[in-house]
């Protein structure tokens, strides 16, 4: 099995993504889950737009590449809504990379990308933290550079609904997005 790294979301670290880690690890995988922020996690999505903004994104990118420093160069990165911009910051220094899994967030600028890369995007539909025609011009990016994209959306549910701490959680479509997840990674 495969090395993941784990971003989480604005929130911070909370124990939805823990319990994803141990999920991942669960099935065999080698799993980091850096706490970007060192501070207790927000309790609403403003608290922790509050914290990256005092942390700042530099500090929250630093943090990140400490992290995956001694993981191999194929990892797959893997990050929650804001984390899934931490995982394509990431991609940018680590080209052999095995994926990128992005959760509640189409993000990464198709310059890390090369060709071949899988992709995994999993969204609400429609979700408001992603725009559609932002969506649609970020695809079209990710698939001119060359990236192995698949896009999963899962209609009528909240934007962070993989979180069963937040009004937005949907268990069907958390367990349906975990289960694709893994399939993606023991591909890898």
Known sequence: M??????????GLRPAVLAAADRLRAA?????????????????VDEGIALLDKIGWEAVVERARAA???????V????????????GAMLRERPAAAGL?????????????RPGLPV???LADPDPWEPPDEFDAWQREMTTAGADLTVHRYPGVGHLY????????????????WERVLAFLDRR
């Open 2 to 11: 495969g090395h993941v790294a784990l971003f989480h979301s604005v929130y």
């Open 28 to 44: 065999g995988h080698r799993v980091v889950a850096p706490d970007l922020y060192g501070v207790p996690p927000a309790e609403t």
């Open 68 to 74: 995956v420093r001694d993981l191999p160069d194929d």
């Open 76 to 87: 797959v990165l893997l990050g929650f809504s804001m984390g899934a911009g931490v995982a």
């Open 101 to 113: 899994v992005l959760l509640h967030a189409a993000s990464g600028a198709p310059d890390g990308v």
């Open 120 to 122: 995994h995007v999993h």
């Open 162 to 177: 993989t979180d069963p701490d937040v009004p937005d959680y949907d268990g069907a479509a958390a367990e349906c997005t």
